[in-house]
């Protein structure tokens, strides 16, 4: 088994509102030293699968057909553990 992370975040030319509001709510708090978050969200997939050139490629299909809109979004796949 092997499990892989997807990061979906924001291309940069893309404005994420999110990360604005809660930069400008840690700045309202007094942390001006922060000048940017940016805000995303992870996919955690377990495959029953060993062979890592496979596990990538269902992964990326997984990713760029159902979790990514590719008008405004980018990712990265990170595996997190092997042979779970």
Request: net charge negative; charged share 30%; hydrophobic share 40%.
């Amino acid at each position: 088994m092997t499990t892989v992370r997807i990061y979906v975040t924001y291309k940069p030319s893309v404005f994420d509102p999110q990360g604005a509001a809660i930069t400008d709510s840690v700045n309202s708090l007094g942390h001006d030293e922060v000048k940017k978050i940016v805000v995303g969200k992870f996919f955690d997939v377990t495959l029953d699968e060993d062979d890592l050139d496979k596990v990538k490629a269902d992964v990326k299909d997984i990713a760029e057909s159902l979790l990514v809109n590719f008008n405004m979004e980018t990712y990265k796949i990170k595996v997190l553990e092997e042979n779970a």
